[in-house]
C-alpha cells in the first residue's frame, strides 16, 4: 500500500531535526512551505496524495504551485524557501529511495533584489548601547547593556548571544558559540565585553546565581529565558528614543560589527570567521557598503562629481 504524503512529510521532518539538526525555526518554516505544497496537490490532482502521485508530478505542476503563492502575495525571497522546502522533501525521499523525482529541481525560483546590510553607525552604535543601560531598574539595564555590547563588540546573532548559559560566564579571552548548521566558531571577546556581561551577573544577583550552570545567562524580567522577540522590542524601543531607522534591529548591530572592522582595516577572510559565514561572497557585502559610502562622498565633495547647475536659456 502506498503511503500517505502526510506520513512521508512526517519522516523527512524527523530526519531533518535528528540528522540534519535543523533549527526549530526552521523546522517550522519548511513544515509550512510543505504542508501548502501538499493542500495544493489535493486540488491541484483532485485526487489523494500519496508516493505515487508524489513520483508523477513534473515541474509543470511545480511551477503552477510557484505561481499560486505569487498570487496569494508571497514575496520572492518566500518563494525561493517554499521551493527549498519542497526540494529537500524530495531530496529525502530519493535519498530513503522512496521514490526519485526530479522534478522541483527543474524549477528555478525567482532572482532576488540585492541589498546591502544596513549598519549603524559608530556614533548611533555607542548611542544605543548607552541608552540601553538607561532603564529604571538596575539589573534590567546592566541586561540590556550586556546584550547589545555581545551582539556589537562579537558580531553575535541575537539566537547566539541568547543560548548563552549561566555557565559560560565569567567569560575569557575567547567564546565558543554554536552558529548556523550547528557549526561552531571561537570569538575573541573584548574587554568591555567582558565587563558589562560581567556587572549585569553582579547587578541580577540571586537572580543570576539560581540559575544552574545549564540555565540561560539572559533572563526575561520574570526569570524566565529571555526570547529574540524581547530582544527586538528592545529596539524598537530605543530607536524610537533616538530617532534610528526601522532597520535598526538587534541584528543591524552584528552589521555594524562587521562593516566597523572592515572599515578600520579589518581582513575579510578573518571577519568571515568571525561572522560564521559559510561563503565569503557574503562578508563581501560589507565591503560594498564602504564603497558606496565612498563613493557618496567622492560625489558631493569632488569638483567633477558636484551637479553643474544649468544655464539659463537666452
Not at 105 to 115: D, I, K, M, Y
Not at 206 to 228: C, D, H, V
Not at 235 to 243: F, I, N, P, S, V
Request: net charge positive; glycine share 8%; with cysteine.
Amino acid at each position: 500500500m502506498a503511503r500517505s504524503a502526510e506520513t512521508l512529510k512526517a519522516g523527512w521532518l524527523a530526519s531533518l531535526a535528528h540528522e540534519k539538526r535543523a533549527s526549530p525555526h526552521t523546522l517550522r518554516a519548511y513544515g509550512d512551505d510543505v504542508s501548502r505544497f501538499l493542500d495544493f496537490l489535493l486540488d491541484h490532482l483532485n485526487g489523494t496524495i500519496d508516493e505515487r502521485a508524489l513520483a508523477g508530478l513534473s515541474p509543470a505542476d511545480i511551477r503552477a504551485f510557484v505561481t499560486l503563492r505569487r498570487e496569494e502575495g508571497l514575496g520572492a525571497r518566500g518563494v525561493r524557501r517554499a521551493l527549498s522546502a519542497t526540494r529537500s522533501f524530495f531530496r529525502y525521499l530519493a535519498r530513503e529511495e522512496i521514490l526519485e523525482n526530479p522534478a522541483s529541481r527543474a524549477v528555478r525560483g525567482p532572482r532576488l533584489p540585492r541589498t546591502l546590510p544596513r549598519p549603524l553607525s559608530e556614533k548611533d552604535a555607542a548611542r544605543t548601547i548607552a541608552e540601553a543601560s538607561e532603564h529604571d531598574v538596575e539589573w534590567i539595564a546592566a541586561r540590556d547593556a550586556a546584550l547589545l555590547t555581545l551582539l556589537y563588540g562579537a558580531g553575535l546573532r541575537i539566537s547566539e548571544a541568547l543560548s548563552l548559559k549561566r555557565g559560560d560566564v565569567p567569560l575569557g579571552p575567547s567564546l565558543t558559540v554554536m552558529g548556523k548548521r550547528q557549526k561552531e566558531r571561537s570569538i575573541p571577546v573584548l574587554p568591555v565585553v567582558r565587563e558589562a556581561v560581567a556587572r549585569y551577573v553582579e547587578c541580577a544577583g540571586e537572580l543570576a546565581f539560581a540559575q544552574p550552570p545549564s540555565g540561560p545567562l539572559f533572563l526575561s524580567r520574570r526569570g524566565k529565558p529571555m526570547s529574540a522577540r524581547e530582544a527586538q522590542a528592545l529596539m524598537q524601543h530605543l530607536r524610537g528614543r533616538l530617532g534610528l531607522s526601522e532597520r535598526a534591529t538587534p541584528h543591524a548591530l552584528r552589521h555594524s560589527f562587521a562593516t566597523h572592522l572592515l572599515a578600520n582595516g579589518g581582513d575579510l577572510r578573518a571577519v568571515q570567521e568571525l561572522l560564521g559565514h559559510a561563503s565569503l561572497s557574503t562578508t563581501q557585502l560589507y565591503t560594498e557598503i564602504d564603497t558606496k559610502r565612498l563613493m557618496d562622498v567622492y560625489k558631493k565633495a569632488h569638483p567633477k562629481g558636484k551637479a553643474r547647475p544649468k544655464k539659463k536659456a537666452a
